[in-house]
């Protein structure tokens, strides 16, 4: 492969020891939270956010808040859930229950049930996640989740009113006015008179997404999160200006976003990093956009669009935007990501705000092993299995064999039992255990 990195990023190796120091006092606040329970949530909700309040949001208090949005944001919202909601329940429908006979008197089967709670984090730093709500609650709400709790951090006397209605919308039944990890720990351990989730979804800072890892087991998550990846694949029939706006759009997520971009075009990889800081100088967080670009930001430079396609499937980014000719190629070659968007006319936003796709996505490379939050994230697929008298003739044998194959008698003797039991005069040609009957 012969690939040229035109820009490199420049942050420091300093993360693995920030990682053990938020993993620390991560750890030590859910063992607090595990023993001291709603006392301690008090203590650091005041400490943290200065809130004293009541933590669930009454329904006046949350009628008033809708109350307060205008009506063109609600519709924008009405518009996205719609979008969202549509694409959730095409995904459930994509997964059925089913039953067959493998073989004369074997029925096999599976049944697709939701989970019975499941916990959604908004986060509420520095912008209003009102697309949040959306993607976790309504989805979840799609998959036939009957009971969901939402958590968002409050700024100020109440969580984001738009935040609210977003959420009102999509269903939630209980909402927390409630951030960081002790957010994530009521919403696990069922505090505050609400239900034990079996899964805990939604995007948030290094302290959150830490939370809900070490929560993992206890209860289902989503996907191991990080901070905002964005890459663009590029060739020369690209326009510079719209990847460098595009890259910049991203790299607002944070100043430890990183924003790459993979080209068999070197004239235009020189003219995105020429362009990039001066659409950066434009916005109205030019520093953040800047630091990004500056610590985290990479331009690669291949020969063939072959080797676009392995660099970008060993980033596994979390979105992917592809500008370039012959579009249904990438999309068939092209294997990690967390979502893909194809052509000039999909900017990661659409799927960020309102396309219907989810935008709670992997990070970290997790794209190689796993996709985004989705329906079926929100659904058990169980098993059934149903084995007549006469087709334990053949399956128990089978499964007696194997058994002390691997040297597990008790397995075995439960098959014997049945081969004993149903064919009492069949003479076996391999050894069956006689069980007494007591």
């Avoid at 670009?293 to 935007?321: F, K, M, N, P, T």
């Avoid at 079926?376 to 169980?382: A, N, Q, R, Y």
């Avoid at 004993?420 to 007591?438: A, L």
Wanted: hydrophobic content about 40%; glycine content about 8%; some cysteine.
């Amino acid at each position: 492969m012969t690939i040229r990195h035109l820009k490199s990023a420049e942050a420091t190796e300093t993360v693995a020891a920030e990682d053990q120091r938020i993993t620390t006092a991560v750890r030590n606040m859910l063992d607090d939270i595990r023993q001291r329970g709603e006392v301690a949530v008090r203590e650091y909700a005041e400490k943290f956010d200065g809130w004293t309040a009541n933590f669930v949001l009454s329904d006046e208090k949350r009628q008033r808040l809708i109350d307060s949005v205008p009506q063109a944001v609600k519709d924008d919202i009405d518009f996205a859930h719609r979008q969202i909601r549509r694409f959730a329940e095409a995904q459930r429908d994509s997964l059925v229950s089913f039953e067959i006979e493998t073989e004369p008197g074997v029925v096999l089967g599976q049944r697709v049930l939701p989970v019975g709670c499941a916990g959604c984090y908004i986060p509420g730093g520095r912008y209003a996640h009102v697309s949040s709500a959306l993607m976790s609650v309504a989805t979840a709400k799609a998959a036939g989740v009957a009971h969901v709790v939402a958590c968002s951090p409050p700024r100020g006397d109440s969580i984001n009113p738009a935040v609210a209605y977003a959420l009102d919308v999509a269903g939630a039944d209980m909402i927390l006015e409630m951030g960081g990890v002790h957010a994530m720990a009521s919403m696990a351990f069922g505090l505050f008179g609400g239900r034990e989730a079996d899964i805990l979804v939604g995007p948030g800072n290094a302290y959150v997404a830490e939370a809900k890892r070490l929560l993992f087991g206890q209860v289902g998550i989503d996907v191991f999160a990080g901070p905002t990846e964005s890459a663009i694949i590029a060739d020369d029939s690209a326009d510079p200006m719209t990847i460098a706006v595009d890259l910049a759009s991203q790299a607002e997520h944070g100043p430890n976003s990183p924003v790459w971009l993979f080209t068999t075009s070197e004239p235009l990889a020189h003219k995105v990093i020429e362009l990039l800081p001066k659409v950066a100088d434009d916005m109205p967080n030019a520093e953040v956009v800047h630091a990004a670009w500056r610590d985290y930001g990479e331009v690669i430079v291949a020969d063939s669009r072959e080797e676009v396609v392995e660099v970008s499937d060993r980033y596994a980014c979390e979105h992917l935007q592809v500008l370039c000719k012959d579009l249904d190629w990438w999309k068939e070659h092209l294997s990690n990501y967390g979502s893909l968007f194809l052509g000039e006319g999909s900017t990661v936003t659409h799927g960020d705000k309102c396309s219907g796709t989810n935008h709670i996505l992997p990070t970290k490379r997790a794209g190689r092993y796993s996709g985004g939050l989705n329906v079926h994230k929100f659904m058990k697929v169980l098993t059934t299995q149903q084995l007549s008298a006469e087709a334990n003739h053949t399956f128990s044998a089978v499964a007696s064999r194997i058994s002390r194959t691997e040297g597990m008698e008790g397995h075995a003797r439960a098959c014997d039992w049945r081969l004993t039991k149903y064919f009492p005069d069949e003479q076996w040609d391999f050894p069956v255990y006689h069980q007494q009957r007591y």
